[in-house]
């Protein structure tokens, strides 16, 4: 079993910036690829970023290529995002996420879940 807590969300400014943090524990917590995918109000939820066990590979949805940036500290089992440039359409609950490289891309493929934090920018 893998427990994901995220932490970071809050109100920002359109063109500002946020850090998200995503802390995995329990005993297999290091083994899996960790990604960050979103859902915003009346919408499915989209996959955003994937970043591979060793941080090595990173795959990123278009909509944030160029602005969003995610990172892993091994060490501590913890993945980050770093979101700049933020626009309105940002808007949405950030989902952590843990599971295997090849099928954490789409949401049936995800074996672990975080219970989400709030990202909201205003216009």
């Known amino acids: 079993q893998v427990q994901l807590v995220e932490s970071g969300g809050g109100l920002v400014q359109a063109g500002g910036s946020l850090r998200l943090s995503c802390a995995a524990s329990g005993r297999t917590a290091s083994r899996y690829a960790l990604g960050w995918f979103r859902q915003a109000p009346g919408k499915e939820r989209e996959f955003v970023v994937v970043?591979?066990?060793?941080?090595?590979?990173?795959y990123y949805a278009d909509s944030v290529k160029g602005r969003f940036t995610i990172s892993r500290d091994n060490a501590k089992n913890t993945v980050y995002l770093q979101m700049n440039s933020l626009k309105p359409e940002d808007t949405a609950v950030y989902y952590c996420?843990?599971?295997?490289?090849?099928?954490?891309?789409?949401?049936?493929?995800?074996?672990?879940w975080g219970k989400g934090t709030l990202v909201t920018v205003s216009s």
């Open positions: 970043i591979s066990l060793s941080g090595g590979s990173t």
């Open positions: 996420a843990a599971g295997s490289i090849v099928t954490i891309r789409i949401p049936s493929g995800v074996d672990y």
